[in-house]
């Protein structure tokens, strides 16, 4: 089975063409295959989100070297959990992208690793088109840290129900949008913003 993309365009008779066609297999490139599963809890208050536990499972072909890879699947993961849950990019009015330093988004810390962390390599066999039939575990890992931004959207989901924040149909508990990234104000106001009312008035009347 093949994958094919065509894009045609010309201006003054120039073919400005590009053609790509693709065989799995045939040309020594090679697909990634990974799976990922997380657990979130999110604070009413704040809109935080706690990462409590994420397992991995990725393939590495035969792996050169487990520790390495290792280290950058789980680093890979992490950074993903930057880019779905806090690195947000602002923009001014012409357009260009403001916050384009460390200082201006907030980038994952010690506090973004789940609480607890399990990673397993695959070795999915022999592959003679690849290096010492190794494959790649540097960036392919980012994308399973979506499983963290699905975690957080069915937390936000179980406390609207709880909360009885929402109606039915289009209001109903389950039905909204979580953005990428996922960052706190918007968590926190997908919830409710008169939480905190709430639970003021939960603390008064237990006196």
Known sequence: MGWTNFTQAKMAGV???AREYYIPGASGSYLNYGAAASEAEIDLLTGATTVLR???I???GQ???PAVDMGQVEGAFVQGIGYFM???YVTNTDGLVVSDGTWTYKIPTVDTIPKQFNVELRNSGFHKKR?????ASGEPPLLLAASVHCATRDAIA???KEL???GSGPSSPSFFELEVPAIMPVVKELCGLDNVEKYLETLVGSK
Request: net charge negative.
């Open 158 to 160: 179980a406390a609207r």
């Open 164 to 166: 009885h924040c929402c």
């Open 86 to 88: 806090s690195e947000e």
């Open 58 to 60: 990725y393939d590495c």
């Open 15 to 17: 073919d400005l063409s």
């Open 131 to 135: 290096v010492l039939s190794s494959k």
């Open 63 to 65: 792996s050169l070297n």
């Open 54 to 56: 994420s397992d991995l």
